[in-house]
């Protein structure tokens, strides 16, 4: 109904084209700010029984679990499960991406659950391509490999 207020966003996958949903939120907001506030409360009138300004502390300390566990979840949430495409990496090193991506489909292609599964839309190179690539960085092709 609203769809600034869902968590998740319906996306893509970007080398398979699977259909995936991803956290919307990298960092934190407002709400994970109020509940680290009122968890540093709770905490200082849990140990001190009073108002203590020690309390800033076990703020600050809740703001960066927080703000960690955010982060980890929407890093975690990017990578493709079905190709094991990982956009992040891509951006900073390709080669590793493309190890990381046929390392994944060389697992898939060995695990009898995928037997029947329905086969990953892989983007498609000619052979022409195929064979001026291979010869000119002499490497393997991941879309080629399966």
């Known amino acids: 109904m609203f769809p600034f207020f869902q968590a998740k966003h319906n ?3 970007a080398f398979c084209k699977s259909p995936r949903r ?3 939120k990298k960092n934190i907001s407002f709400m994970n700010v109020l509940a ?3 968890a540093s409360i709770v905490i200082m009138f849990a140990i001190w029984r009073e108002f203590d300004p020690r309390a800033i502390i076990a703020f600050v300390i809740c703001l960066a679990i927080s703000e960690t566990f955010v982060q980890i979840r929407w890093r975690l949430a990017v990578v493709c499960r079905t190709c094991g495409f990982d ?3 891509y951006v900073k090193n390709p080669e590793a991406a493309a190890s990381k991506v046929r390392m994944q489909l060389d697992l898939r292609k060995e695990d ?3 037997l029947l599964a329905k086969p990953l839309n892989l983007p498609a190179i000619s052979a022409k391509k195929a064979e001026a690539l291979q010869t000119k960085e002499k490497g393997r092709l991941v879309s080629r490999s399966i």
Do not use: A, V
Request: charged letters at 15%.
């Open 112 to 114: 009898p659950k995928y």
């Open 87 to 89: 956009p992040i990496l």
């Open 11 to 13: 996306c893509y996958c």
């Open 22 to 24: 991803i956290y919307r």
């Open 36 to 38: 680290s506030l009122m």
